[in-house]
């Protein structure tokens, strides 16, 4: 699979624009602000259907007009996939693949497995356990339409439970009825998740661990754990266990929904002990275990998009990098740089085809 032709309409600085490219490797150079980034967004937005940089889908529209269309063409099992993203001030977003519209914006999701490494992705390590969280469940929600139903189904009963735990602190009033139904419903989903985030964990750690090493070429061990309350207790009793405190804190304090990862080099926390080079050697080891786990199971390689990635690192590990993949062919690759000299010099001994776009 790989994109053929893009094409901006009044998306964020873009007017108007047109690429068509490489089947293999594609590299956007220029000074900071040009739209460099906002290029690969738009790749971004085709597949997932949201900006990566800026979800907000009025805020994506060019200044002073009111709508941005994208249209992507690509070539996937040997046939052509026109897909466009469009939208418009004050209405719903439109995906249509081929002329048809999706009914539903998530069935649309996986059709065109991406992968983005960015400077952004730094907040994996440094935010809080919804960063990572999400990190695990966008990769098995490319694969898994029904896990990706199950999470949403989950967060939109945890709102609810959470919204009747403030009408109980409001009203001074309990209703134990009501809330086990609540509770049934979340019970339901969160085992089936909890299942699915366990078993991709146990597949993934090894090609991350792995994926680290080749990239550092250092002895170091970089490991990942996999973090829930529901490895210890089964969910229906974890919230019978916290009713106090739910009604104290007046939202709901257990559940899959507190899961994390625990991200560790050499054994210590990676936050706090790693460099900034070994935090975004990390980062894109961890991406690149994305890129394989999706792979696999796809049957052929997604988009991979590095924005910026090679900030902070050393000649010798971006070439590295991208000698590693190389060798392993993954597929089709844009890569964004203010620096077109680190670029070239790390592109020197690729095998591959590439075009460099000078914005």
């Given amino acids: 699979m790989h994109l053929k032709q893009l094409t901006l309409t009044q998306y964020k600085n873009f007017s108007s624009a047109s690429f068509d490219f ?7 150079v220029g000074e900071n602000g040009v739209g460099k980034s906002n290029i690969l967004d738009a790749i971004y ?10 979800p907000i889908s009025v805020q ?39 002329g048809n519209v999706y009914k539903k914006i998530s069935e649309h999701i996986g059709m065109i497995p991406t992968v983005i490494i960015s400077p952004a992705d730094r907040d994996i390590i440094i935010d809080g356990s919804n960063t990572r969280r999400k990190f695990i469940d966008s990769v098995i929600g490319q694969t898994d339409l ?14 609810q439970r959470n919204s009747l735990l403030k009408y109980f602190a ?44 080749k990239i550092s070429q250092k002895n170091e061990n970089a490991t990942l754990s996999y973090e829930s309350q529901l490895k210890f207790k089964n969910h229906s009793k974890l919230l019978i266990d916290s009713i106090e405190k739910d009604q104290i804190f007046q939202y709901t304090t257990t559940g899959i929904h507190k899961d994390d990862i625990a991200l560790s080099l050499n054994g210590k926390p990676i936050k706090k002990f790693g460099s900034q080079g070994q935090q975004k050697t990390f980062l894109i080891a961890l991406k690149l275990a994305q890129f394989n786990f999706l792979e696999n199971l796809n049957g052929f390689s997604p988009l991979l998009l590095f924005d910026d990635a090679f900030d902070k690192l050393d000649q010798k590990r971006v070439t590295q990098i991208l000698s590693l993949v190389d ?8 890569i964004t740089d203010t620096h077109e000299e680190r670029i070239i010099e790390a592109l020197k001994n690729i095998k591959s085809t590439y075009e460099i776009f000078r914005l």
């Fill in 45 to 54: 937005h085709l597949s997932f259907c949201k900006s990566y940089f800026n």
């Fill in 22 to 28: 490489n089947p293999n490797i594609n590299c956007f």
């Fill in 170 to 213: 409001l009203n001074k009033a309990f209703d134990q009825n009501t809330l086990e139904i609540y509770n049934n419903q979340l019970v339901e989903r969160s085992h089936l998740i909890f299942e699915k985030r366990k078993a991709f964990m146990d597949d993934f750690v090894p090609t991350f661990t792995e994926t680290y090493k």
């Fill in 146 to 159: 029904i896990f990706l139903n199950n999470l949403l189904e989950y967060n939109k009963i945890l709102s």
């Fill in 60 to 98: 994506n529209i060019q200044i002073g007009t009111d709508f941005f269309m994208i249209k992507g063409i690509y070539e996937k099992n040997l046939r052509e996939e026109k897909i466009i993203c469009s939208f418009k001030k004050g209405q719903k977003k439109i995906i249509k693949r081929n």
């Fill in 327 to 334: 060798q392993n062919y993954f597929g089709q690759i844009f």
